[in-house]
Every structure is written in C-alpha cells, then in structure tokens.
C-alpha cells in the first residue's frame, strides 16, 4: 500500500467522479459528484481530497472548517467499493489527521464527524482511530469528535 491525499484538481476530477459506492451505501453518504458541487459552496474553508493508492484513485475525503464552533469537519468519506475492507479507509484517516495537525484553515484542536448509526463498519474504523461519541444526534446521525494533540 501506497496511500496519499491529493487535492481533486484538474488531473483526477474524472478518477473521482467515477468513484463507486457500495448497494446501499448511497444512504450513508453523499457521492463525491454531489460532494464537490458543496466542496464549491464552501471553497473558502474546505479541501477536496483524492485519496490515491500507487497513483490510482481509489477513495475521496473533504475536510471543511466551521468557523462558526471552530471545528475540523471530515465529510463525505469513501473508499472505492472495489477496495473497502483493505485497510485505505484507516490509512487515509490518519492522513487526513496529519493534515488537519497542520491547521489549514484555522486554530481549532476539535475534529468532528457524522455518521448513520447503522454504517457499523465507518464506526468501528471512526472509534478505533481514537473518535468518540459526543452525544449529539440528528434523526438517523450520530456525532463523533476527536481532540488532536
Ligand atoms: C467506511 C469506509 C470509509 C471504511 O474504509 P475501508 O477501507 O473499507 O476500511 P478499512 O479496511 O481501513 O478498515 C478500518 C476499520 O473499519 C472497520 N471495517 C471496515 N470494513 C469492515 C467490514 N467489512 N466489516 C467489519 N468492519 C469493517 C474495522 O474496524 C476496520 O479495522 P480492522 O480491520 O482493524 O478491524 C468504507 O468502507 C466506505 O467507503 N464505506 C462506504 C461509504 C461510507 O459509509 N463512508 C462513511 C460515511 S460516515
């Protein structure tokens, strides 16, 4: 595994518009077509990120910042359905976490993150990384957030 985040630019927006969910997983989250059409509402306090494994496009991740809290948000995370299970979704986690260290967009320390409370499999890999539930819920989401250090 060769894993890197690369902000979607005009070399792979069309790797990441064909970017497959899993049957049912539509539910869980926006597709990164839908993503990147916010991604442009936002675009003053978010980064789009491709995530690639030896150069091939295989998932996609944004990160945006609430001003408002402040808060690192993490959106829209997917790994290809072709190559979930394998270990990219924790590996580019923790890249998307050293990205955050670096306070892009601003000071904050709290990352934070939504997730359907029947998506077992993104709450395992959310928990394992160290994210824990605030006890904020939304009809079917619940929040998780993490301090960085
Ligand atoms: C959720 C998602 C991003 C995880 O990425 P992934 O590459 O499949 O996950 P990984 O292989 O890195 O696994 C990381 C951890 O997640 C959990 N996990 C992932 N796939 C799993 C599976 N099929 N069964 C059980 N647990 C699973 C495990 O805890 C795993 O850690 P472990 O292998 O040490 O036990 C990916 O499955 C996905 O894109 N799902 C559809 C979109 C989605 O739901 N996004 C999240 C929105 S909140």
Redesign the pocket.
């Known amino acids: 595994m060769n894993i890197c985040l690369k902000p979607v630019d005009e070399n792979n927006f069309l790797d990441v518009f064909n970017l497959k ?2 049957e049912g ?1 539509e539910r ?2 926006s597709h990164p077509i839908r993503s990147l059409a916010q991604a442009y509402v936002y675009r003053t306090q978010c980064q789009p990120f491709a995530i690639l494994d030896n150069g091939k496009v295989i ?1 996609y991740v944004m990160v945006i910042y609430d001003y408002d809290i402040p808060e690192y948000d993490i959106w ?6 072709s ?11 923790k890249l998307v976490l050293g990205y955050i260290r670096q306070k892009p967009f601003g000071d904050s320390n709290r990352v934070a ?4 409370k029947s ?4 709450l ?3 928990t ?1 990384m160290g994210f824990a539930y605030t006890g904020t819920e939304d009809e079917d989401e619940v929040e998780l957030a993490l301090t960085i250090r």
């Open positions: 969910l899993g997983q869980f989250v998932g829209h995370m997917m790994i290809d359905a190559c979930q299970g394998k270990g990219y979704g924790k590996a580019a986690m993150l939504t997730c359907s998506n077992s499999n993104a395992a890999l959310y394992q």
